[in-house]
């Protein structure tokens, strides 16, 4: 996903000599290498100093510029979130803040890199977009789409490796509308980030041992929820679950059931994300996540009762 | 809105003018930030009537930064004074329905950052200065700061950027009056000083003036070395000009009730006597 945005920012900052990047130390390769190559004025690294960074994108944004701020979730927003919150979403600047890692991505790098509340941090905050595309193909998309924004955009990202999950998607992509990337009949499931591969796992095997037609939606914009989009999934099927590699708190999960509670919704919903717990198991991306409920046998029994 | 004849008497008897007004508007609120504001009034005002270099047209104008958020109506007296924001808006300071509060709001006119929450002002100085280093325009950017701000590591992080960037048209004026909310700052954390030494550590240019004294305020800028962004280090007295306020901290936000505005008025005098 890293690479693809990458490639995506290249593409942008060669045709849009507004845009800057500026990072605090940690940065990504492929089209950004190129791009700090062949531009490197518009290229900064401030260093271990990410409240530069964030003011440094606002003060480049009030003189006209639309920059991107770049480095671990954790990073780009909780540690100098009075920046983004002031500096950015107060004064209603077009900053791009860009969160590589976003979930639990960076497994083993433990909690203090771990990024479980950022999506209820930045929707809490007025003014803020936020993005989270679900594979590399998409990431692409919403990169280049979030240059119609005007005000902030926190841009949520997972790391690198993910698969493509949208090649054959059913839906065209449209920006801030959610998306259905795999037909279903029985039950859809909501989504976003990299966990969706792990959607896409569930689905195929409650295709195939339960007969359970599973839809897959791709939620790739948090805020503004396309509200239409989801009741529209709600009035639709029997079914419908919202898994997010996030807290339980301030996520999709609560929106979609309050969309539910008030379009007065008669299907049946699930909702499964992070616990509100910090993760202390060490081991890969997966294994974070099954210790905290977020595995493909575990979900599969959930689901194919619920359904069934 | 720039002077270009720069007159340090003239802004003597302005910000005598200002402090009155600032005392008027104290009788219509309950509180205010009175003396910070007191303060920082000829750091402010050498700014707008010496400093500041204009022109036509606004991509080329000087900025200017109340960093020190917390005296703003010290910046909101000079903008009625230069007619940019309308006379009826300070007469409503704080008042519902109205756009002028506690601090600046970036889209008041003559209001260029947000500023409030201190630490902000010189690091969003810092992106302006890159962006206009981009674009090859040619233009300083003056920030008035507290010397309690300087507390605040992202202060640092912008003065260690700065001059590694190559950025050498900034130039801030902290209101070295040395207290903060809760008091004296040389008490709160002694090891904060010494400052000129600090600053010049991390690539500025320093300089150490009597606050309260346009000429020598209006001096360390314009005689500043060119090649370094520049802090000016201005010697002030928090609620400069009224007696009572002077170095008491319970002026930091309290307005005066009508005994002590009469005795305020009388103190600091007629502005054309």
């Known amino acids: ?76 927003i909780y540690r100098p979130f009075e920046q983004v919150r002031i500096d950015c979403c107060y004064q209603n600047l077009p900053v791009r803040l860009v969160g590589v890692g976003g979930g639990v991505s ?55 490796g993910e698969p493509t999950l949208t090649a054959n998607a059913p839906d065209p992509f449209r920006f801030g509308k959610v998306r259905t990337i795999r037909p279903g009949k029985d039950v859809c499931i909501l989504t976003y980030g990299p966990i969706t591969q792990l959607a896409f796992e569930l689905a195929t095997r409650l295709e195939h041992e339960r007969l359970i037609g599973t839809a897959i939606v791709s939620v790739h914009c948090l805020k503004p929820l396309d509200e239409d989009g989801i009741r529209s999934v709600l009035t639709s099927f029997k079914t419908v679950v919202v898994i997010e590699e996030h807290a339980p708190y301030g996520g999709l999960g609560p929106r979609v059931k309050a ?9 049946r919903l699930q909702t499964f994300s992070l616990k509100d717990d910090f993760i202390h198991v060490y081991g890969t991306h997966a294994e974070l996540l099954k210790a905290h409920g977020l595995d493909s046998e575990s979900l599969f029994h959930d689901i194919a009762s619920i359904a069934g | 809105m720039s002077v270009q004849n720069f007159s340090a008497a003239d802004v003597k008897a302005r910000c005598k003018g200002y402090r009155r007004r600032i005392l008027d508007i104290s009788q219509t609120v309950g509180a205010l930030h009175i003396a910070p504001s007191f303060s920082c009034l000829e750091l402010v005002a050498t700014c707008y009537f010496g400093l500041l270099k204009g022109g036509t047209s606004p991509d080329i104008d000087d900025t200017f930064i109340l960093s020190k958020g917390h005296g703003s109506l010290a910046q909101f007296a ?56 981009l674009r090859g325009i040619d233009r300083n950017i003056f920030l008035v700061m507290s010397d309690g701000e300087l507390q605040e590591g992202s ?4 003065l260690m950027t700065a001059p590694s960037l190559g950025i050498h048209n900034i130039v801030a004026l902290v209101d070295l009056n040395d207290f903060q909310s809760l008091g004296r700052t040389s008490v709160t954390l002694p090891n904060f000083y010494p400052m000129l030494e600090k600053l010049q550590a991390f690539g500025w240019t320093t300089t150490e003036v009597d606050g309260h004294d346009p000429q020598a305020i209006f001096s360390a800028v314009e005689n500043r ?4 962004p520049q802090v000016v280090l201005g010697r002030t007295i928090k609620g400069k000009g009224v007696s009572y306020m002077e170095n008491v901290p319970v002026w930091h936000y309290r307005s005066p009730n009508s005994a002590e505005y009469e005795q305020a008025l009388r103190e600091i005098g007629e502005v054309n006597p």
């Open chain 2, 225 to 228: 070395d060119p090649s370094k």
């Open chain 1, 1 to 76: 996903m890293r690479n693809a945005f990458a490639d995506a920012f290249y593409d942008l900052a060669r045709e849009d000599e507004r845009i800057c990047l500026v990072v605090a130390d940690i940065t990504a390769a492929a089209g950004v290498a190129s791009f700090q190559k062949e531009y490197p004025r518009r290229f900064v690294n401030v260093g271990v100093a990410e409240q530069m960074m964030i003011s440094m994108c606002a003060g480049l944004a009030l003189r006209g510029f639309i920059p991107f701020a770049y480095t671990i979730a954790t990073f780009t």
């Open chain 1, 259 to 267: 969309l539910a509670w008030e379009c007065k919704a008669t299907c």
């Open chain 2, 155 to 158: 202060v640092w992080e912008a």
């Open chain 2, 78 to 133: 000079v903008l009625e004074d230069l007619g940019v924001i309308p006379s009826s808006w300070l007469d409503h300071y704080c008042k519902p329905g109205w756009p002028l509060a506690t601090h600046p709001d970036y889209g008041t006119p003559g209001i260029e950052a947000s500023t409030g929450s201190l630490g902000h002002g010189l690091a969003l100085a810092v992106g302006m200065a890159y962006g206009d280093k």
């Open chain 1, 106 to 160: 960076y497994s083993t790098l433990g909690g203090t890199h771990h990024a479980q509340e950022d999506v209820a941090l930045m929707c809490a905050l007025p003014n803020m977009t936020v993005l989270a595309p679900c594979d590399p193909a998409e990431t692409a998309l919403v990169t280049r789409s979030c240059m119609a924004v005007l005000g902030p955009v926190y841009l949520r990202l997972g790391k690198a």
